[in-house]
């Protein structure tokens, strides 16, 4: 039998701490890795939509991811959870489980690229891809005005444009376009028959 003195035992604890830290480490780095990649696949998707540069990163009082332009005044972060907690609440409502965290999501703020409708109500929108809107009523061109849109689900995003003013707007905005997220994860049937609104249907979907 080997018999281990006090220093040797206190040297080979201390290697396997190293080697503990270093394990951790690499683990740590990795995933670091593939969360950067998830990232900059997001904020190309955002900029390729926008054409914004999107410079400016935080969060909400409750924890909701935010990417933006410019700094959001703080009633923009209020408004962007109160969406969410009015989405939450009717989600529960309908026996929804899935995505019911702050946390889980992140909120893309571009620079409007207009702030009135045509009927010259206050309404900033994106211009975006007309997509499978081509040829319908909401095509401006190859384009549509949009709200906000959904980015991707897994990690959950969207993107709205940048207000000025009224807040119950963003929080409307937000509510909407986690609807789609909220269905994709918690009834997939339904999001299918809502996920397209060039056929008909809007917001809420939920009610």
Request: with cysteine.
């Amino acid at each position: 039998m080997t018999v281990m003195t006090q220093s040797k035992r206190k040297s080979l604890g201390s290697l396997a701490a190293l080697l503990a830290c270093a394990l951790l480490v690499c683990v740590w780095a990795q995933n670091a890795s593939a969360q950067s990649r998830a990232d900059r696949q997001l904020l190309a998707r955002a900029e390729s939509i926008s054409g914004d540069r999107f410079q400016v990163q935080g969060s909400t009082p409750q924890g909701v991811r935010v990417v933006a332009v410019t700094r959001p005044r703080a009633e923009t972060l209020r408004a962007i959870d109160d969406g969410f907690t009015s989405l939450f609440a009717v989600a529960r409502r309908h026996g929804y489980r899935q995505r019911l965290d702050y946390s889980a999501y992140t909120v893309f703020i571009a620079l409007a690229d207009r702030t009135k409708d045509s009927q010259g109500g206050y309404s900033p929108d994106l211009a975006v891809p007309a997509g499978q809107y081509a040829g319908s009523g909401y095509d401006q061109g190859g384009y549509i005005y949009a709200a906000g849109m959904v980015l991707a689900y897994n990690p959950s995003s969207f993107i709205i444009a940048e207000h000025d003013g009224n807040t119950q707007r963003i929080s409307d905005i937000v509510r909407y376009e986690g609807e789609h997220i909220i269905l994709y994860y918690n009834d997939r049937a339904l999001y299918q028959r809502t996920a397209d609104h060039s056929r008909g249907g809007g917001h809420p979907i939920l009610q």
